[in-house]
């Protein structure tokens, strides 16, 4: 995106040119002081860069700032050729040159949270790069201290020591690694995991694992969740008490794929998805991260899967109506177990005086053609809401951030959410206050909804309260074609110009609310309310169960 843009090329102007003015001032000028504190600065230039833009190549800028350091020592010494100053240069120009080879190769090394493994290398190896900032940081006071050569040359010699562990034990796992696999398969094999969740996704998706881990501990047997990208790990660690790896390579997800595994469960259409669907003795069940009338929601790409758990007869329908041929014995129709906590309206609510309005506004997609956002429209919805003494609960998609026209958007709806509790009293929750809600929370305080086509929209069709869909497509009478849900609730046009009409239905009359019931059976399944989520679990077991166990407990 534009902004995140300037960011990295703000960020990498300043590096640069802190670095160079250092290295000029301290080998071209006397002003040693001057020279020493600017090197300090382009330090904390480069590990604020290095925060922007992670495995960036810094090793010129890092030459620079050594070298300006090493000549503003020396200068402040003023003893001539000192042979503790030279070998802490050459200790330093062999940290410059290791570090980022050494954090690319631990990059490569498997990594787990909730084993008993302490895998110290790629740790570290990560972290070398803010050590050896740490070490001319630690150099330029030492310089400005006048504290002996030695000292620079002992702090030096200990990273050096450091660095050079790491490298012998990289090398030896890389050119002499176990047959077995290391102490993580070793730990994995101990679990017995029985099946995995396998998760692939940009930065901030984890919502997408983390509304599935209640439902699989409820499983009731080992587990494991296995990621691809590293920034996962932490937070899916935190969420779960079952092992969490983290696999950067094919050959790490081989170590991770131990015998006892029997399934693999997805939640999206990530492409590294293939790289787990190769390993055919597993029973593979895409079960989606929400189910919406949106395009991808059809993905032909589902059929490479043996099972595709739905929430009802609504989603295998899309599939046809999108002209995507699955067979049908791979679906299973499992209900939403997220919605389990989500309290049933069983009667309308009409005439509501003080309603309060869930709004969901989704983000922009990748691709214009899954472009739904209804941000730029919504500032007349909201005063319209406001009109009618309405309290609003703004939630937007966790991707709006990622789109900085989007974000702005979103800001100008919250100042105004906010100029409006600040005049009337009325608590609309915006920001991090609702971000801080789950989807059941937000659901569950509300009287109605306004939403943008998401998957929201079906996890709130299960309550029975009445909701309206945004069409920014202006597709007419056309939007309920390809949009089946929006038929049981109040479309509201792009330009705005039914908004009236689909307030007083929404919150007054409400003519669809026996429509919404036929509607829920269809895309929510038709389970006791008191048992819901008891669908999905005795359909996981079942894949879990081995064909002949299955074969044997089947009458004949």
């Known amino acids: 995106m534009r902004g995140d843009l300037v960011r990295k090329l703000a960020a990498r102007c300043l590096t640069i040119g802190l670095a160079v003015l250092a290295f000029v001032v301290l080998a071209l000028t006397g002003a040693t002081g001057w020279g020493l504190a600017l090197a300090v ?268 758990f739905v929430a009802g007869q609504a989603a295998i329908d899309r599939y046809a109506r999108a002209g995507v041929q699955i067979p049908a014995d791979k679906f299973v129709v499992v209900g939403r177990p997220q919605v389990e906590s989500i309290e049933v309206r069983p009667e309308p609510a009409r005439g509501l005086a003080h309603p309060t309005v869930l709004y969901t506004p989704t983000w922009t997609g990748h691709h214009a053609d899954a472009d739904y956002c209804s941000l730029p429209v919504a500032e007349e919805l909201l005063h319209r809401l406001l009109e009618r003494g309405a309290t609003v609960i703004l939630r937007a998609h966790p991707y709006t951030g990622q789109n900085p026209t989007s974000a702005r958007q979103l800001g100008r709806l919250t100042e105004l959410l906010v100029a409006d509790r600040a005049r009337t009293g009325r608590q609309h929750v915006v920001g991090a206050a609702a971000r801080e809600l789950s989807l059941t929370e937000c659901v569950n305080s509300s009287d109605a909804l306004v939403s943008d086509v998401s998957g929201v929209i079906s996890d709130f069709l299960y309550s029975g309260k009445p909701y309206a869909v945004t069409d920014m497509g202006d597709e007419g009478d056309q939007f309920v074609e390809r949009f089946p849900l929006a038929g049981s609730g109040y479309v509201l046009r792009r330009d705005m110009s039914n908004v009236d009409g689909v307030l007083t239905a929404l919150l007054d009359t409400d003519p669809l609310a026996d429509a919404r019931w036929a509607t829920r059976r269809r895309y929510l399944g038709d389970f006791p309310a008191e048992s819901y989520a008891e669908a999905f679990l005795t359909a996981a077991r079942r894949e879990l169960t081995p064909a002949a166990a299955l074969t044997t407990s089947t009458p004949a």
């Open 41 to 308: 600065a382009a330090l904390a230039a480069t590990a604020a860069e290095q925060r922007i833009r992670p495995g960036a190549d810094l090793v010129a800028e890092t030459t620079l700032i050594a070298a300006a350091v090493l000549v503003g020592y020396a200068r402040r010494l003023d003893d001539g050729l000192n042979l503790a100053l030279v070998t802490t240069g050459l200790v330093l120009l062999g940290l410059v040159l290791l570090v980022g080879p050494l954090r690319t190769a631990g990059s490569l090394e498997i990594r787990a949270a909730n084993l008993p493994v302490r895998a110290w290398t790629p740790l570290v190896a990560d972290h070398l790069g803010t050590a050896l900032l740490g070490l001319l940081a630690a150099l330029a006071l030492a310089a400005a201290l006048d504290l002996p050569a030695g000292v620079a040359l002992a702090a030096s010699l200990l990273v050096g020591a450091g660095a050079g562990a790491v490298a012998l034990d990289l090398a030896r796992r890389r050119f002499r690694p176990r047959a077995t696999g290391g102490p993580v398969a070793a730990a994995l094999r101990r679990h017995q995991p029985e099946f995995l969740l396998y998760f692939s996704a940009p930065p901030g998706s984890e919502y997408q694992v983390t509304m599935w881990l209640p439902y699989l501990e409820r499983i009731g047997r080992p587990f494991l969740v296995v990621l691809r990208e590293p920034e996962f790990l932490a937070p899916i660690a935190a969420a779960t008490d079952a092992p969490v790896v983290y696999c950067p390579t094919l050959g790490a997800l081989d170590e991770a794929l131990v015998p006892s595994l029997r399934a693999a469960f997805y939640v999206n259409h990530g492409a590294k998805n293939s790289h787990c669907v190769r390993f055919t003795q597993l029973t593979h069940v895409q079960l989606h991260h929400g189910d919406s009338d949106k395009a991808p929601s059809a993905n032909p790409v589902s059929g490479i899967f043996d099972r595709i």
